[in-house]
């Protein structure tokens, strides 16, 4: 007994073109291995996919191919869109990253130190590596001041559990501001190692902080130390009770507008208008809990 093939989907393509209808047709065809060489046509990877999109018309495929490069059509009206091969895996290239692990090494050790970026030339006032100037303002404290570094580089240890202090503050504050230093990282490469890092913890305004940071600012030329017979007298400090204010006043226009709505309603002005802050301030469920606590009889 014989059994019939079922038809392809070419022949069904090719049936439907002869009985003048013309049907969307999708194709997915490999190129061959070996593509001709063509001037205009840049040669395509082995192993890459055609997606076929026409309508209308019989593939034609086999040696006598209309497109002659080894590629079905579906008919006059069909394009190709182009499906590139899975992407070659990355390389891993050891030399490579050596010498890029090199190269920011050596960056990294030829970059300007602090000794080099904040030093200060003191007849023209300007920085030897960028040539900027200093504000005329900051002239007189470069002249008499010190950098922090500049005083803890006479001290022992660096003046790790010193007590340093700004002159700034001292102006600015009435209350305590100062350093309290925990730890020093000297730069030894500079001629009097007196640059470097300093951490400790900051007591500003008579409040200390509980973590340890690193102390900014300290090419500033206004540092002072606090002599350690003075440490407890400059420390002693007894915080004045801050002054909650409820009341305000309000804008201008907006008074004016209250109180000619209240001689509109025909209110008699006791008092003048302000804003309470605690009803201002308070949340929705602060307001509610007030609310619903009754008053005791």
Known sequence: ML???????????????????????????????????THHRRPEPRGTLRLCLGTGGATSAGPGMASGRGVA????????????????????????????KIREYQALKERPRDSQRFAVDYETMRRPLTQ?????????????EKRLFALLCRLPRFGVGRIVTRKS?????????????????????????????????????????????????AMYHDWRVVPKHEEEAFKKFTPVPEETVRFLPYPP?????????WQKEGKRIMKEPVIDLEK???SPQERAKKKGTGTPV
């Open 253 to 261: 226009l907006l008074r004016a507008m209250i109180l000619a709505q």
């Open 73 to 100: 059509r579906c008919g006059p009206r069909c394009g190709f869109v182009r499906l590139p091969a899975m992407a070659r895996k990355k390389l891993h290239r050891p030399i490579a990253a050596m010498a890029k």
């Open 169 to 217: 503050w001292l102006w600015a504050h009435d209350e305590p501001c100062y350093w309290v230093i925990t730890k020093v990282k000297a730069d030894y490469m500079a001629e009097n190692m007196d640059y470097g890092r300093a951490w400790g913890y900051l007591t500003f305004k008579g409040k200390t902080e509980e973590e340890v940071r690193e102390i900014d600012k």
């Open 3 to 37: 059994f019939r093939e079922a038809p392809s989907s070419q022949h069904r393509q090719v049936r439907t073109a002869a009985r003048g209808r013309s049907t969307p047709s999708l194709c997915v065809q490999q190129q061959q291995q070996q593509p001709e060489s």
């Open 280 to 282: 201002v301030m308070a």
């Open 132 to 144: 900027k100037r200093l504000p005329v303002r900051a002239w007189e404290d470069v002249r008499n």
